[in-house]
């Protein structure tokens, strides 16, 4: 997930609000999420330690 994504942060009710893309439908997608849920949200996407990607074939 890139940065610029990321719309506001919140600290006071511990939220963060983002956005998606939807590519289906190519709609804007505005999200709020607690801060608890955005990282499990993010964490999904990091790769195991050792695992190889393959950027350019």
Known sequence: M???R???YNKESKTVSW???D???E???DVTDNV???I???IIHIPDYHFLT???Y
């Open 6 to 8: 990321i719309t506001e």
């Open 23 to 25: 590519h289906k439908d």
């Open 19 to 21: 956005f998606y893309n």
């Open 27 to 29: 709609k804007r997608y």
């Open 54 to 56: 393959t950027r350019y």
């Open 36 to 38: 608890i849920n955005f």
């Open 40 to 42: 499990n949200h993010l």
């Open 2 to 4: 890139a940065e610029n």
